[in-house]
Nanobody, 125 residues
Framework: QVQLVESGGGLVQAGGSLRLSCAAS????????MGWFRQAPGKERESVAAISWSGRATEYADSVKGRFTISRDNAKNTVYLLMNSLKPEDTAVYSC??????????????????WGQGTQVTVSS
């Protein structure tokens, strides 16, 4: 089992920045591919970004490319999502997820086995 706890969400004005963190426990973090996903009210959950075990491979949704950066610190068992130039349409509950099965889980939500509870991000206009 893997436990994931997100933090760092909050209320920010459009154009601002936030950094989300996801702390993992229960399994060797360096053997987990990680991803960030979000769900806005009334919408389906969508993939945001993903990172491989080593951190050398990353992938982003087109809607966040150039604004968001996913990274990981395997020594701290933590994955991050730095969000710059935030827009009101980025408002959602952001969740991290983990998979030990794939070196790089990518943007396919079905690849992920463990999920955090999520953290709310609200961007005001």
């Amino acid at each position: 089992q893997v436990q994931l706890v997100e933090s760092g969400g909050g209320l920010v004005q459009a154009g601002g920045s936030l950094r989300l963190s996801c702390a993992a426990s229960g399994r060797s973090f360096s053997s987990l591919a990680m991803g960030w996903f979000r769900q806005a009210p009334g919408k389906e959950r969508e993939s945001v970004a993903a990172i491989s075990w080593s951190g050398r491979a990353t992938e982003y949704a087109d809607s966040v490319k150039g604004r968001f950066t996913i990274s990981r610190d395997n020594a701290k068992n933590t994955v991050y999502l730095l969000m710059n130039s935030l827009k009101p349409e980025d408002t959602a509950v952001y969740s991290c997820a983990a998979t030990p099965t794939y070196y790089h889980g990518g943007m396919n939500q079905d690849h992920y086995d463990f999920w955090g509870q999520g953290t709310q991000v609200t961007v005001s206009s």
